[in-house]
């Protein structure tokens, strides 16, 4: 099969939506399908892959970390008649999405869609207009956009349902992200990482991994984590990422009382991120906005037990009360399912055994298939619909 991908988020851009998509290329070209991404330009970057195709872009003020596409490029609807594409898809709404629409609405191309992120979560980054303004026409954008597609992926049933709320109908599939990194614990890392942290060996880590966003409600963590020190003398804070929230999430640790024990790596390379789940006895992930929660099925691959916010796609991540534990979005039930894990031991042991045997469903083979399956419905209908002509 020969399969066009469109994307505003690649490679080097570190998200979930850049990581499925590495993720879900390499295993495509295992299993000795074609693929080429169509994504924007990143100033200093250079491929190593040569079936990606770059779109000259620009940065905001708003997300200096994400350039944007300018959605053209000369002679494009020739290349992509001359790629001979069996499937184009896209994984977001907006300029190469569109992009990616137009050209195969233009070619007679089948389009998949993968709706990764709850957009309308987002709209305190256009801060010129009313939020409910902007989420309202983030919702009628999304409605256009995936009526238009064969159809559509999510990461998580709670993403459907919201798809479908919108007055969404064309065929919607839940295929979970994958897990793609090695996060296999070594004893000499998790020394070696704490020993440059300055977190003593024998403490308990409490291990965030992310990006530093306000999404991503941090301010839950580092609340609910002063609450827990005071009570736990052994236990410390590390929070691995970067991001746009980063000196006020470092403001506001510094204001607390045990600010000594809260630790920050600052931007870390996908490649090595894997080594940080190493560190850590208990995952802890505050975020109101995932679709999914790609980092909560790593520190469960880790062995990590999760305490994490009932929102999102994040329910479907791991059992309640079996591997993890959701809490309410309030600092004092954070807190409190956080004490439950590091109060017990046995508890905390059995539920790290149970997160790695829950974690198996969530491998890179079983997503490729899976998005295979959609591609080849997609198709079907196509040869049927000009059979009926």
């Not at 409910?132 to 026409?137: K, N, P, Q, V």
Request: proline share 6%; aromatic share 8%; glycine share 6%.
């Amino acid at each position: 099969m020969r399969i066009g991908i469109f994307s505003e988020s690649y490679e080097p851009v570190l998200n979930g939506v850049s990581v499925s998509i590495t993720t879900l290329t390499r295993e495509l070209k295992n299993l000795g399908h074609q693929v080429w991404v169509f994504a924007p330009r990143f100033k200093g970057h250079r491929d190593r892959e040569t079936q990606v195709v770059r779109f000259p872009s620009f940065c905001t003020p708003m997300a200096r970390d994400y350039p944007l596409a300018v959605p053209y490029l000369p002679g494009l609807t020739a290349k992509i008649r001359e790629l001979e594409l069996d499937v184009i898809h896209t994984h977001t709404p907006f300029m190469l999405g569109w992009l990616g629409l137009r050209l195969a609405k233009r070619l007679d191309i089948p389009i998949v869609s993968t709706n990764h992120t709850l957009y309308t979560e987002y709209a305190h980054y256009f801060p010129l207009a009313p939020r409910s303004a902007t989420r309202l026409f983030i919702t009628g954008m999304l409605k256009r956009y995936y009526q238009q597609c064969d159809a559509v992926i999510v990461p998580s049933e709670p993403v459907r349902e919201l798809l479908v709320s919108y007055g969404i109908d064309v065929p919607i599939h839940v295929i979970p992200t994958a897990m793609s990194l090695d996060v296999t614990r070594d004893p000499v890392v998790r020394s070696q990482i704490r020993q440059k942290y300055g977190i003593p060996d024998n403490a308990r880590v409490l291990l965030y991994v992310g990006r530093l966003a306000r999404e991503k409600n941090l301010e839950l963590l580092l609340n609910a984590f002063d609450i827990l020190a005071s009570k736990h003398r052994d236990i410390h804070l590390l929070i691995v990422g970067g991001g746009p929230y980063e000196t006020r999430c470092r403001s506001l640790a510094k204001a607390l009382r045990n600010a000594e024990r809260i630790k920050f790596t600052g931007y870390v390379a996908r490649e090595k991120v894997g080594r940080y789940y190493s560190v850590g006895d208990v995952f802890a992930f505050p975020s109101l906005t995932e679709t999914q929660g790609l980092v909560v099925a790593e520190a469960l691959c880790a062995g990590l037990p999760c305490v994490a916010v009932d929102a999102g796609g994040i329910p479907e991540m791991f059992i309640d009360g079996e591997d993890g534990m959701l809490a309410r979005n309030d600092v004092n039930d954070f807190a409190s399912k956080i004490d439950a894990l590091l109060s017990e031991p046995g508890l905390l042991t059995t539920f790290s055994i149970r997160a790695m045997k829950n974690a198996e469903r969530f491998s890179p083979g079983e997503m490729s298939n899976k998005v295979l399956r959609v591609y080849e419905s997609v198709l079907a209908r196509g040869k049927n619909s000009m059979i009926g002509r």
